[in-house]
């Protein structure tokens, strides 16, 4: 292992695969330009940590690469460029050399050695996808098409790429979506059934795949799957939420109504509401992401009242008790809003929708708060 103590301390990049293309070694250097600690890649597949492309975003890391067979065929290979993953999710373009370790290789020992330079960030849109979870699942590629067809009808490989998203930072164990996808099933039954789903969902995203194992999108190591690109592709929960949390923090209120415009426009339905029974695992998600979206309609709603816009915050207020007839302090809102108006009968229409819709769907009064706007209201001459 002369070799590799050698590239202890070189300032390039080095790691080494053993004849399973499972990585045995990674120095400093490596650690620092793709952000990966040594124990949280050793033991792992190189092309299923990296998911390897060509400048071009054709697959080029895959099991079975002929590095492997080069190397102990004694040929030489030529230097190469490849766009992988750091740890962060970035896309970074990568020189690569190749070097055999010499020596009897026992199991588990390096075979070949990869030294790299970092050439710099690389562009993702070769790959990028739109993906979209409010309401309908829909997903766009790179180059505007959207996904469609037979297969993507199919509802459990619309739900896989679902919980892949959403658990896009993180391999997702084969064991895991058997229990999320098909709970009540047989456990050989369920492991066909994801086996037919994954090569249904890669065959979606790229028609003219020839081997599964050359997928850019889906990744594939042990027993485990993975959305590949991370961060790369653009999630609309992600956007949403992003898009509120800037909204509440932003000191000009003009500017933070606009931001609340754009976020909430994302808001397409309630979280994978078409998928319906077809999943099991996104209820408690789906309802975080509604009251998210609720809360975030009334601080709109209360800011374009502050800024005069006040037929925008009718509707903002109506649409929100449209969507949850028994949130008290949206009716609040609106019955404040018609009686500033002068429309007495209009606010008092409101509080009694509102106490009819608590006493029908939650048997219960409305609060101290709101009867209290309405006995104002009432008193009015």
């Not at 209120?253 to 754009?262: L, R």
Request: with cysteine.
């Amino acid at each position: 292992m002369k070799l590799i103590d050698l590239l202890a301390s070189t300032g390039d990049g080095a790691f080494a695969l053993d004849s399973e293309q499972r990585i045995v070694y990674w120095n400093q250097a490596a650690e620092e330009m793709l952000g990966y600690r040594p124990e949280e890649v050793l033991g792992r597949r190189c092309y299923a940590l990296f998911a390897g492309r060509t400048p071009e975003c054709s697959p080029l890391c895959c099991q079975g690469c002929d590095i492997i067979d080069l190397v102990q065929q004694q040929k030489p290979i030529d230097a190469f460029k490849v766009i992988i993953r750091h740890k962060n999710g970035r896309a970074l373009l990568l020189d690569v050399s190749t070097l055999a370790v010499p020596g009897e290789k026992a199991k588990g020992q390096a075979v070949v050695m990869h030294l790299f330079r970092l050439v710099g960030d690389a562009p993702v849109q070769g790959m990028q996808l739109q993906i979209r979870l409010f309401g309908k699942v829909q997903v766009t590629r790179a180059d505007g098409t959207y996904l469609h067809g037979k297969l993507w009808r199919q509802s459990k490989v619309r739900a896989l790429l679902a919980y892949l998203a959403v658990h896009r930072s993180n391999p997702v164990y084969r064991e895991v979506l058997i229990n999320e996808l098909w709970p009540e099933m047989e456990s050989d039954a369920a492991r066909h059934n994801l086996y037919t789903t994954v090569y249904n969902l890669r065959r979606c995203l790229e028609p003219n795949l020839e081997r599964a194992t050359d997928s850019c999108y889906i990744l594939q190591e042990d027993y485990s799957y993975q959305l590949n690109g991370d961060t790369d592709h653009w999630l609309d929960t992600h956007a949403f939420e992003t898009g509120i949390k800037k909204a509440r923090h932003q000191l000009d209120p003009v500017q933070a109504m606009k931001t609340y415009q754009s976020a909430l426009a994302l808001y397409q339905g309630d979280f994978l509401f078409h998928l319906g029974n077809a999943i099991n695992w996104h209820w408690q998600e789906q309802e975080r992401l509604r009251e998210l979206y609720l809360c975030a309609m009334e601080e709109y709603g209360r800011l374009l009242a502050n800024l005069q816009h006040n037929e925008t915050a009718f509707k903002t207020f109506e649409k929100i008790l449209s969507k949850d007839p028994c949130r008290e302090s949206a009716g609040r809102r609106l019955m404040a809003l018609h009686w500033k108006r002068g429309n007495r009968t209009a606010a008092l229409a409101v509080y009694q929708r509102l106490e009819q819709a608590l006493h029908t769907d939650l048997g219960v009064v409305p609060e101290a708060d709101t009867v209290t706007v309405y006995r104002q209201i009432a008193s009015e001459a």
